[in-house]
């Protein structure tokens, strides 16, 4: 039986490999706890990127899917015989979990073993086609969800996004770690939501404890609270926080 899982799981990992083939560069945006605005960096540098790629963003966050409500997606999948066809939305493809809900206020409450293979299937049913880049919006934290895609997809680099409290600042020094762990390339750390309410100072501070890049901060501004709430990406808009925003998309250039 032992032997038969470890078959079973080997072509599945070998079925996303071919199904990915042909994404050139895979970045994956991770946070050690949520609310920190993951999703709000994951959406904003697809929405950037798409200006001149071909882009696809993935919303693996099977407990919490929010690139919808982000968005204004409210469709669901389509499907051409057993492909899943990703909704479009600004230039970008777009995959989250949200789409195979009959509601958004409907729980998943399955266990790590099924939303491993959960996130197998997706991944390997997907019409991808070709891309210059998949951005991975990952669950949060470091267990079951991350890991296994973070070892089926391998991604390129990961960016860290934190608050710049104390609490989540641990929390995203523990995401690093397991990227590094993994082997995975930590690109850096994004501080979110800086400022007078939260403070400022933290997400860099972890950057130099760690020897990792400290690609930027964000203000907490109620632009970018608007821009969640009308689904429509705050980078693409003439506003302080799109140059803030692009500044950090100049020191991920490196990379590219």
């Not at 409500?69 to 899943?84: H, P, T, W």
């Not at 949060?140 to 600042?169: E, F, H, R, W, Y």
């Amino acid at each position: 039986m032992q032997k038969h899982n470890k078959d079973a799981f080997g072509e599945r990992v070998k079925m996303v490999e071919e199904n990915i083939s042909g994404i050139r560069h895979k970045i994956a945006v991770m946070s050690g706890k949520g609310g920190v605005g993951k999703t709000t960096i994951a959406v904003n540098l697809a929405a950037f990127l798409a200006k001149d790629s071909k882009i696809a963003l993935l919303d693996a966050d099977i407990d919490c899917p929010n690139v919808n409500k982000f968005l204004s997606i409210n469709e669901r999948f389509s499907a051409k015989g057993d492909r899943i066809m990703p909704v479009k939305r600004f230039g970008m493809k777009v995959v989250s979990f949200a789409s195979l809900q009959e509601s958004e206020d409907q729980p998943i409450i399955w266990r790590g073993p099924m939303l491993s293979n959960a996130i197998m299937q997706v991944l390997g049913q997907v019409e991808w086609g070709k891309l210059d880049y998949l951005v991975v919006d990952l669950p949060s934290g470091t267990s079951d969800a991350p890991l296994t895609i973070m070892q089926v997809l391998k991604p390129d680099g990961i960016i860290i996004v934190t608050t710049p409290q104390n609490v989540a600042v641990v929390d995203a020094r523990k995401s690093a770690n397991m990227a590094k762990t993994l082997g995975v390339p930590v690109l850096g750390i994004i501080e979110n939501m800086s400022g007078d309410v939260f403070g400022r100072g933290g997400g860099e501070k972890a950057a130099n404890d760690l020897g990792i890049d400290f690609l930027g901060r964000l203000e907490l501004k109620a632009e970018i609270v608007k821009s969640g709430e009308s689904g429509r990406p705050f980078v693409l808009d003439d506003c302080k926080s799109a140059g803030e925003f692009k500044k950090i998309i100049d020191k991920l250039n490196k990379y590219a």
